[in-house]
């Protein structure tokens, strides 16, 4: 009997495609990390060419992590990044989650509305808001703080009013395309995108709440913090987890993001630096991105420990 | 069940207005720039010119002169939808199997599947490149955008799929069998009409993501193949002086995602989270 056999040979084509998707670029990685390869060198033409005679053993890998600039400062951004957005979603998150949990006029539109960033396409997200709201000359970030600026100098001329105001500093808009400030145009920009991410997945589980077991706390005099605390926290616990698992997949590789933003200008996250490394020394951006897979083979087997128990009820 | 309105009466006006202001805030980014792209490039610059300037349809009009946007996104549709309906014909029948007939190895299987999308994609990035452009010649078609649409979306299609199959019972499919209907039968004719709003989701989301996949899209092609997110990503630094058409182009590109995307956010979340959020 194919009973068992044919679901087998069902599953076969996904799990091989698969397969090959990850073995064979991921082994081509591997080997070029151990070769001298660069795409340009008059000096050393024999090297523009993958080939066994340029073994390089871990040279590549020593040459990341001692000799090369930024590998660690793309490490700290990558790790810098990926934490801060995920704090803010999940905060940001479970606070308008509660906030339009409950039924009030509009609520239907407010969903849509809050929801929508998260299927703005990533390109678009990081031209528009670099260019047309941080921006400190054509950008909004710029109107807004001028127009703060011509208030606060127009309140001066108020008879008693006027000496408090007058020890208001003029203000300046930020450049966020700063070595220093870029990251965070980029946090702020995912942190819009994946907010309404979050609020989607915590929202649908908060309608699953016992409200009995709420209104058995009200009786009881639990206030609106100790119920949040030991009633919705406990019961949002799986959605919390699963929200950082999926974020974390997407974050580690963010890149169109930085390199809109800044051109990796202090702002690097291993992606970059590969992407980097990839206009011309092979070799270095394959060990790069085998410190990538292993960086997130860390945080993948960390997540899938953290929601895989109760993966499959 | 009735529940009891706890509210205060501030309260009863406070909440709401906070949601509604904080809703517009969200929302705010993508109004600009819809609003923004009916100005035309010379007013869209001007703070005095915020709210007062006479509405213009010539970025719209002049997309096509501008930025070729129709090549871009003819290429966004043909390999989204491509890519979507091979991810449907290599993902139903494993998620059919993975549900119905589970083996000791499936749940592995499944968390494997979901690791290769952790895979960071730069890390492959140049041998994808260096195969198809030295060994298969592919580099810059269709053909490498929908394959490869199709994989990196394939471990959530089959994870989508696999939550809605659980939820048929198992006794129809099996007073299928019992009936002697073929296995591709019992697909075609019982699973997908039983699943039918499941399958429908998930391929509209497949279709979201292809869509909006800008890493792949954009290194993997140059002109023949290059998609939306191309055009735009090749427009990045205007530099002021062309957020009209610019803004015309982005919302052209997002407009039936956005549209799309509010369609589907209910089922969407079930599909995301496994089926452990409900």
Known sequence: ?????????????????????????????????????????????????????????FGNYEYVLFKAKDFWLAVENSLFIVSSILVATVVLGLALAMLVNRTFPGRGIVRVLLISPFFVMPAVNAVLWINMIL???????????????ETVA????????GAFFSLWPVLEPISFRGTDTSAYAVIIMVTWQWTPFAVLIFMTSLQSEDEQQKEAAILDGANAWSRFRNLTLPHLARPIAIVVMIQSIFHLSLYAEIEIVSRGNGNKNLPYLIGEFTSNNIG????????????????????LRMVGKNLMD | MATIDHTSSFGRIFWPVLAWTIALIFFFPIFWMVFTSFKTDADAVKPEFLF???????NYLNMTENYDYW????????????????????????????????????????????????????????PMTYLTKNFLGVFDTHFLVII???????????????????????????????????????????????AWGGVASTALLCFIFCWNEAYWTVRLTTTEAATLSKLIEGNRAPEGLFF??????????????????????????RGLTFGAVK
Request: include cysteine.
């Open chain 1, 1 to 57: 009997m194919s009973d068992r056999r044919l679901p087998r040979l069902l599953q076969t084509p996904a799990v091989i495609l698969l397969l090959l998707w990850m073995l064979v670029p991921l082994s081509m990685t591997l080997y070029f990390s151990f070769i001298r390869y660069v795409l340009n060198s008059l000096r050393r033409p024999e090297w523009t060419q993958p080939s066994l005679s340029n073994w390089r053993g």
């Open chain 1, 135 to 149: 921006d400190p000359v054509l950008g909004l970030n710029g109107i807004a703080v001028g127009a703060i600026n």
């Open chain 1, 154 to 161: 127009g309140l001066r001329d108020f008879p008693v009013l």
């Open chain 1, 284 to 303: 270095a951006a394959s060990a790069t991105g085998i410190f990538a897979v292993i960086l997130a083979n860390i945080v993948a087997i960390f997540l």
């Open chain 2, 52 to 58: 007062s300037f006479t509405p213009t349809l010539e």
């Open chain 2, 71 to 126: 090549r871009f996104a003819t290429n966004s549709v043909i390999t989204s939808v491509f890519a979507t309906a091979l991810a449907l014909i290599v993902g139903v029948p494993a998620a059919y199997a993975m549900a119905f007939n589970p083996s000791r190895h499936t749940k592995d299987i499944l968390v494997w599947m979901l690791s290769t999308k952790m895979l960071p994609a730069a890390a492959v990035l140049y």
């Open chain 2, 148 to 194: 490869v649409l199709c994989l990196i979306n394939l471990p959530i299609v089959i994870w989508m799929l696999f939550t809605y199959f659980k939820e048929i019972p198992k006794e129809i499919i099996e007073a299928g069998k019992m009936d002697g209907v073929s296995t591709w039968g019992e697909i075609k004719d019982i699973l997908i009409p039983l």
């Open chain 2, 244 to 269: 009209g058409r610019l803004s015309a182009v982005s919302t052209a590109a997002v407009g039936p995602i956005v549209v799309l995307g509010w369609f589907c956010q209910k089922q969407l979340v």
